[in-house]
T-cell receptor
Framework: AQKVTQAQTEISVVEKEDVTLDCVYETRDTTYYLFWYKQPPSGELVFLIRRNSFDEQNEISGRYSWNFQKSTSSFNFTITASQVVDSAVYFCALSEAETSYDKVIFGPGTSLSVIP | NAGVMQNPRHLVRRRGQEARLRCSPMKGHSHVYWYRQLPEEGLKFMVYLQKENIIDESGMPKERFSAEFPKEGPSILRIQQVVRGDSAAYFC??????????????FGPGTRLTVT
């Protein structure tokens, strides 16, 4: 069965600190996709990244970076030099490509507050 | 190229009324997914539809909920005889194809249903 765990329910950091959001997933499939979405207070879902299970290279995009480790089934997300605008709920998600369509399984989310 | 559109953005219904939520996928997308986000929770898959077909409704409550995606027009999520527990944000997503390459799902802004 597929499952996504985000153990941190809420995190508060002071502006300019670095913060890492943890994500651990479970799947029996060998081919799968991992995602991160941001949900700001306005409520919409903002796509951040998609990785497939065969690509374990870490990725950096500006202040955002992602660390994918298959050995520990983790896909952690780090924000460097956090800003107030980073305050949001962040969802990690999993999609198994071996089904014929993309049913995305979301984690419960981590609420990040960046304090000025 | 307009994104996924959902309307209304906010919907208030009294207990016992019907709620109709609409989703227009991105141009060229023929696959629609509905997700529900209960307060303080992550998104949960409800149903996956292609034009005129329901492919997977394993996440839909057994009663009062139905979905359709007609040949012409938007996808509709219908909730009959709403109860307070139906209050949630309902997100629609669309993708180009079902293929196992797991094309990214594009999410709409959501419809926030409040049942009074």
């Amino acid at each position: 069965a597929q499952k996504v765990t985000q153990a941190q329910t809420e995190i508060s950091v002071v502006e300019k600190e670095d913060v890492t959001l943890d994500c651990v997933y479970e799947t029996r499939d060998t081919t799968y996709y991992l995602f991160w979405y941001k949900q700001p207070p306005s409520g919409e879902l903002v796509f951040l990244i998609r990785r497939n299970s065969f690509d374990e290279q870490n990725e950096i995009s500006g202040r955002y970076s992602w660390n994918f480790q298959k050995s520990t089934s983790s896909f952690n997300f780090t924000i460097t030099a956090s800003q107030v605008v980073d305050s949001a709920v962040y969802f990690c998600a999993l999609s198994e490509a071996e089904t014929s369509y993309d049913k995305v399984i979301f984690g419960p989310g981590t609420s990040l507050s960046v304090i000025p | 190229n307009a994104g996924v559109m959902q309307n209304p953005r906010h919907l208030v219904r009294r207990r016992g009324q019907e709620a109709r939520l609409r989703c227009s996928p991105m141009k060229g997308h023929s696959h629609v997914y509905w997700y529900r986000q209960l307060p303080e929770e992550g998104l949960k898959f409800m149903v996956y539809l292609q034009k005129e077909n329901i492919i997977d409704e394993s996440g839909m409550p057994k009663e009062r909920f139905s979905a359709e995606f007609p040949k012409e027009g938007p996808s509709i999520l219908r909730i009959q005889q709403v109860v307070r527990g139906d209050s949630a944000a309902y997100f629609c997503a669309s993708s180009v194809t079902e293929s196992s390459t797991s094309y990214e799902q594009y999410f709409g802004p959501g419809t926030r249903l409040t049942v009074t």
